[in-house]
């Protein structure tokens, strides 16, 4: 059984920074997609950034580009957010997420929110 656990969310001021985590547990395949997706009040979920195994490939939403980074830790089985310049905007529930063999990149994982298995979410608020 998959498992994703999420950690590091938290209140945080305009323009500060916070960095989240998610270790997975359970895949059977070395070939996934990792990501996060978030979600605001009466907002739908959006994918965020998104990763992918081996190679790497990343993708970013346009609203994130240049402020937010994904990164991945193979040997912790761990992803990670690092979220810079954060905005009001930006507040919302991060949902961890993955996709596994599926061979999709992690564009059609982000844009299309094609995701087999979901972490139980972290808050981030970002006030003004």
């Known amino acids: 059984e998959v498992q994703l656990v999420e950690s590091g969310g938290g209140l945080v001021q305009a323009g500060g920074s916070l960095r989240l985590s998610c270790v997975a547990s359970g895949f059977t395949r070395d070939d996934y997609v990792m990501g996060w997706f978030r979600q605001a009040p009466g907002k739908e979920r959006e994918g965020v950034a998104c990763i992918s195994s081996g190679v790497g490939t990343t993708y970013y939403a346009d609203s994130v580009k240049g402020r937010f980074t994904i990164s991945s830790d193979a040997a912790k089985d761990t992803v990670y957010l690092q979220m810079n310049s954060l905005k009001p905007e930006d507040t919302a529930v991060y949902y961890c997420?993955?996709?596994?063999?599926?061979?999709?990149?992690?564009?059609?994982?982000?844009?299309?929110?094609?995701?087999?298995?979901w972490g139980q979410g972290t808050q981030v608020t970002v006030s003004s």
């Open positions: 997420a993955a996709t596994v063999g599926s061979l999709m990149s992690p564009e059609i994982v982000g844009k299309h929110r094609i995701v087999g298995h």
